[in-house]
């Protein structure tokens, strides 16, 4: 049974940090890429970061750039999302996915956790 889980969100100042991870389980690390994704109330989902299987390749958005970094630990079947320099717009419902394709598109995607909410304010 595949299963990802977020954890790591909360409320935090503009200007701080938090690291996100994703525990996944129920499929092989190596074969599947994993992406992070956030929608805030109104919007649509929207992607954040993705990384390959074996880390070789990384994309960010725009918006997030300088600002996010995504690791990956397959030894321990878990995705990170670093997020520094925080800014209110980057509050909104944070999940990770897991594709057979590098992809920046929710619906490259194929197993998703439940999410976990990022609130950037003062």
């Known amino acids: 049974q595949v299963q990802l889980v977020e954890s790591g969100g909360g409320l935090v100042q503009p200007g701080g940090s938090l690291r996100l991870s994703c525990a996944h389980s129920?499929?092989?690390?190596?074969?599947?890429?994993i992406g992070w994704f956030r929608q805030a109330p109104g919007k649509e989902r929207e992607g954040v970061s993705c990384i390959s299987s074996r880390s070789d390749n990384t994309v960010y958005a725009d918006s997030v750039k300088g600002r996010f970094t995504i690791s990956r630990d397959n030894a321990k079947n878990t995705v990170y999302l670093q997020m520094n320099s925080l800014k209110p717009e980057d509050t909104a419902v944070y999940y990770c996915?897991?594709?057979?394709?590098?992809?920046?598109?929710?619906?490259?995607?194929?197993?998703w956790g439940q999410g976990t909410q990022v609130t950037v304010s003062s």
């Open positions: 129920g499929f092989t690390s190596t074969y599947y890429t």
């Open positions: 996915a897991a594709g057979r394709r590098l992809s920046m598109s929710p619906t490259g995607h194929d197993y």
